[in-house]
């Protein structure tokens, strides 16, 4: 085995067969509930054949089985995982991520309506998209739930910039008939087939799939509810996404729009949007029979924890949905959340939990992050592990990005403390590289960051 200066470039394909060294992690089940929900291996080969997992296991046990000359790229010292899964974001607020306001409702009527105006231009709507992907690769997430504006050229713009990065990405025209601005407003009618037509185009092109996206009931009529419904379950692999629960104010305005609903939640339940593939944000004001229909339907909850806290809307109840088993993932809901890194959200999500008397462990954070999102989305075997056959995205953490994170790793004696310091101290920074079907697209610093080896 020899050194080769031979550094793969951001955007270069991988040639066949491609071997990587470092410490690898991934999840095979959820550690609140399993003693042995992880593999680690503290040297270990990941093999990635094309755009697919090969195998993942000790560095010793799997070298004697790679072809001779097989490129392997030398990562020791840093950590290899699943690309991070964001449940839940708007890609229309990136320009307006961190804008000031007292709550929720005057936030959307003073930033979030007039930022998605602009998204009617589709050249607008292309320089965005392209800048918010580029943002979640440096950040590491390599598949996110995505809300559009409710302009259709917004998903074809968003659609057009994932797949020219192959990107397994998950988006949908946000349906939006009352209750907002005349400038934002479709009807029931156009609403659905606009969707409808966005999904015959784009769901499972590539690695494109569509969400039906009600933006929340309260700027929906009954009969744009319908149609969503209805959707739905005639495209019963598309996904549902929507919000849930967030504030006080607005489940008292759902209650006053929609008297004979047993729950905010009963809302979406009535018009049959409660299945597996649906997701919803925050569901920080459910109740118990809320949650049970939620494990019952296979419904997911996509916790918002930096935004709910940037909002003041409230913490989500840990101990409340565990009881439940209702299926758990993370997001950073930009542009409410104020930060497109997933570590981040970790260290959000840490002191949400501890505020509502719960403690999350790091390692629970990370299979939120990975498994538990593609768990959520019905993607286990796709991505978000290194199961053999799933798909090659993933990333790589440098546990020596900044001078404290390096201090503070060097001191770590378990696996546990590692992540902790990561996900505690952790950003941007922290993602070396990013991986998508096998190609690189991110390196920090636009280089290649990894020594080379042929066996």
């Known amino acids: 085995m020899k050194l080769i200066d031979n550094p793969m470039t951001p955007g270069s394909p991988s040639s066949g067969l491609q071997a990587y060294r470092a410490s690898l992690l991934h999840f095979t089940a959820d550690p609140a509930f399993h003693d042995n929900a992880y593999a680690w291996h503290e040297d270990g080969l990941l093999i990635v054949n ?6 993942a296991g000790d560095y010793a046990q799997l070298k004697a089985g790679l072809p001779p000359g097989t490129q392997v790229h030398d990562y020791r010292g840093k950590l290899i995982m699943p690309g991070f899964i ?15 306001a007292p709550g929720l409702l005057p936030w959307l009527e003073t930033y979030t309506f007039p930022t998605e105006r602009k998204f009617a231009d589709p050249e607008h709507a292309r320089e965005v998209a392209s800048f918010f992907l580029d943002e979640l690769l440096r950040c590491g997430t390599t598949t ?9 050229s917004s998903v074809e713009a968003f659609f057009a910039e994932s797949e ?15 209750n907002c601005p005349e400038f934002l407003r479709d009807t029931a009618e156009s609403g659905a087939r606009e969707s409808e037509e966005l999904i015959r185009k784009w769901h499972k092109r590539g690695r494109q799939l569509y969400a039906i996206t009600p933006r929340f009931a309260p700027t929906s009529t009954e009969a744009q509810l319908q149609l969503a419904g209805e959707l739905a379950t005639a495209y019963p692999d598309t996904y549902l996404q929507t ?37 919803y944000a925050h569901c920080i004001w459910l109740d118990d029979a809320d949650r049970a229909r939620m494990a019952e339907t296979q419904s997911a909850v996509s916790i918002c924890a930096t935004s709910n806290l940037f909002l003041g809307s409230g913490l989500f109840d840990f101990a409340r949905a565990d009881a439940a088993q209702v299926p758990l993932s993370l997001a950073t809901d930009v542009g409410g959340g104020t930060s497109f890194s997933m570590l981040q959200t970790m260290n959000e999500t840490y002191k949400v939990a501890r505020m509502g008397g719960a403690y999350l462990p790091a390692l629970r954070m990370f299979y939120l992050a990975t498994l538990g999102g593609a768990r959520s989305m019905q993607l286990e075997g796709t991505i978000g592990s290194f199961t053999p056959g799933a ?15 390096e201090r503070r790793t060097s001191r770590t004696n378990n696996l546990e403390e ?29 280089r290649a960051v990894e020594t080379d080896l042929v066996l």
């Open 50 to 55: 094309d755009v697919r997992i090969q195998a």
């Open 391 to 405: 798909e090659a995205d993933f990333i790589v953490l440098d546990p020596h990005a900044t001078p404290l994170l």
């Open 86 to 100: 964001d449940t839940h974001i708007h890609y229309p607020q990136t320009d307006m991520i961190a804008s000031p």
């Open 243 to 279: 919000h849930v629960a967030e504030n006080t104010d607005e489940v008292a305005w759902v209650k006053s729009l929609f008297p004979k609903a047993r729950s905010y939640l009963d809302v979406y339940d009535h018009y049959g949007m409660m299945r597996p593939r649906a997701m």
């Open 418 to 446: 590692l992540l902790f310091a990561l996900a505690l101290l952790g950003d941007d920074r922290t993602v070396a590289a990013t991986y998508v079907a096998g190609r690189q697209l991110h390196a920090r610093n636009d």
């Open 164 to 178: 020219k990065r192959n990107l397994r990405m998950v988006a949908g025209k946000i349906m939006m008939d009352r």
């Open 144 to 152: 996110a739930m995505v809300y559009c504006t409710v302009h259709p």
